[in-house]
């Protein structure tokens, strides 16, 4: 059976078998061809941009008009999407339902926009040929090249988008309140399921990342709440943001950006949730090499170990990043006066086997989940790791004004994620005194992390004034004593709360897999304590906090690199007739 299983995962053609998603039944009106989403820019360049759509069919003559006059063009390639599918657990326009993993067409289209000039912004528009025959044209939008150094810019920090509720109120104030932005920088988790094509681009659940960050969303919101004794109902409808068409996007990988083990008879979200490290893949296939790659084709044995361990290739498909030694897990960029650092640092979030592997599987290794997986680390002898010192130790970095650095999983947080440590699991097997296996647990010492151990030294010695994470879905910040901000602002909803004082983490480990000294029941388990917002207080429960963690309330953070200032706003939904309310302000010239 284990054989068969991966077999089945590794032969292609058995996608074959499955049903395609239809976009139209045969018997109903078929309505006009439309982009996917509007078009978006990539990985600027000294003189040109890259600029990005997609359709659900493959067209021909897709291409980019730009210029002053809108007199220049250039055409696009055309790749179609390889991991990109729908199942039970999809939200699709028309109320269609599956009962399967069903394999869903989109088609990526990239030009190459040259011939800009450094600190000029000129309108844009993108045109497709749908298989119809029917031209399909995009709003007029406006795209620039990399900024100058000095040339004032205005970047969104942000994280954790995820279909959350808030998340599209969150973008429109973006807008509303900023205006145009430059850049936007997000520290990771950009929706749930990667594969899952709704949650990038349909918005019938309200909330998939394309339509938000460019105000195409429908998002409707009802909120109640009480003034002078009587209650109030609030619902408002809420568009996300038109912000992507006209600044580039810089993602960072998060945990939610990873598949597990790849296999069409499972669901999209048994997929997720099924990783498995990359050398027990490496073992399993040495077994069977004979049989799934006769031989020897080392794409065919990449292939093989990405499907049976994580992947993440339908994000390196979407976006355009820059290439670091790994691909585009992890990259650097001069953007203007910021230098940016974009670390591959997260892990699997399931906390169901995060300490022990269920009493059922104990003698089964195909079904063991190997703790709380580690995808993407720093540590000394790692590829990233000296990547990352060259980056440190590189001209660019040191003569830059603002060294950024941004990494998913937090360093430092009062949130319930930064425990246990950021360190690999350790895998303790207990036998009884007949041999057989009684339980199989995971340790993760707190001396050993990762992150406290090898990645905070390197950014402590380089000078780097913030670090952005997610992951806990709260507003927080730190400061060290070289003068770093550590920076969470992913309150875009969905709160796993904040551990301060005597508000204890909720999920606590079995105790009899767990050395309670590797857990921190209440705070930020390495010692810095959180920075009180300067301009405006955060009240929870009636008490004035370091922290934002609410359902109804949601944050966003501009970065002015004209000035250096970093500020925080926040928005009520419940009171939108309040606005939003500037609460955190500090500079990075000064720290």
Sequence with gaps: MFVKRFLLVLVAVAL???PVLAQDDADEVVAPPTLLTDPFLQLPTEDGVHVVWF???EGSDHVVTYGPDLDMTVEATTMKMSRLAEDGGSRLPGDVELDRYTPRDVWRHEAYVSGLTTGERVPYFVTSIADDGTEVTSDEFTLAPLPAAGQPLRILLTSDHQLMPMTAANLQMVENTVGRVDAVFLAGDLQNIPDRASEWFDDVRGGAFFPLLQGKGDYTITRGYEEEGISFEITTTWRGGEIIQHAPLFPTLGNHEVMGRFNPA???????????????AEARYELYADIVNPEGDPEIREMWIQNNSWNTITYEELFTLPEGPEGER???IQFGDVYFISIFGTRIASGATRYVELEENLNSPENWNYGQLIFGTVEPGNTQYEWLVDQLNSEAFQNARYK?????????SLGGRVVPAFTHPRQVVEFD???????IRYEYPESDSHLIN???PLLEEAGVQLVQNGHTHTWQRFLSPSGINFLDTSNIGNTYFANWQENVRRILPPTDAWNPEDYDPFGNPYGLEPVFPSEAPLIDGGAEVPYLASNSITAFTILETETGTVSSYYFDLARPQDGVTLFDQFNLDSE
Excluded: F, K, S
Excluded at 404 to 412: A, E, L, N, Q, S
Excluded at 434 to 439: L, P, V
């Design 330 to 332: 992890y990259y650097a």
């Design 55 to 57: 359709t659900e069919w």
């Design 404 to 412: 950024i650095v941004h990494i998913h999983h937090p360093i430092h």
């Design 16 to 18: 074959l078998t499955l």
């Design 266 to 280: 499972d669901g999209l979200n048994i997929q997720y949730n099924n990783p498995h490290p990359r050398d027990v």
């Design 433 to 439: 005194e007949d041999g057989d296996i009684t339980m």
């Design 454 to 456: 090898h990645l905070q």
